[in-house]
C-alpha cells in the first residue's frame, strides 16, 4: 500500500511563510511525479505547483508563480511546497498528490493518490 501524509500547514498572517512536507510511504518503486493541489471553500480543486521526476520540471498556477516553490528529496519519497508572500487569498486546504509505482508481493502496480490535506489559513 502506498501513503501520503502531510504537514507544515497552520495560520500564517498576510506576508508570511509557510513550508508544507509530503511524503510518501510504501514499497515505492517509483515516483513519477508530484504535485500540490487547493480547495477553497466554494471553490473547486486547483493545481498549485507541481514537480516531474524525469528532469523535475516544474509547473505553477499563475497565481503562486513567483511566491511558491516547489521541490523534492528523492531519497526521502518527499516534496515540499514553500509558500511566501501569503495573502488571504491562499487560504485553502492544501493536497498533496503523488503517481507512480509500487511493489507488492506478487506484482508492481501504478499508483495515482492523495493527501489527506493541511489547512492554510492566512488571515490578521
Known amino acids: 500500500q502506498v501513503q501520503l501524509v502531510e504537514s507544515g500547514g497552520g495560520l500564517v498572517q498576510p506576508g508570511g511563510s509557510l513550508k508544507l512536507s509530503c511524503t510518501v510511504s510504501?514499497?515505492?518503486?517509483?515516483?513519477?511525479?508530484m504535485g500540490w493541489y487547493r480547495q477553497a471553500p466554494g471553490k473547486e480543486r486547483e493545481l498549485v505547483a507541481a514537480?516531474?521526476?524525469?528532469?523535475?520540471?516544474?509547473t505553477y498556477a499563475d497565481s503562486v508563480k513567483g511566491r511558491f516553490t516547489i521541490s523534492r528529496d528523492r531519497p526521502k519519497h518527499t516534496a515540499y511546497l514553500q509558500m511566501t508572500s501569503l495573502t488571504p487569498e491562499d487560504t485553502a486546504v492544501y493536497y498533496c498528490?503523488?503517481?507512480?509505482?509500487?511493489?507488492?508481493?506478487?506484482?508492481?502496480?501504478?499508483?495515482?493518490?492523495w493527501g489527506q490535506g493541511t489547512q492554510v489559513t492566512v488571515s490578521s
Open positions: 498528490r503523488s503517481e507512480g509505482t509500487y511493489s507488492t508481493l506478487a506484482s508492481q502496480r501504478e499508483y495515482d493518490y
Open positions: 514537480i516531474d521526476d524525469f528532469d523535475d520540471t516544474t
Open positions: 510504501g514499497n515505492i518503486l517509483s515516483i513519477n511525479g
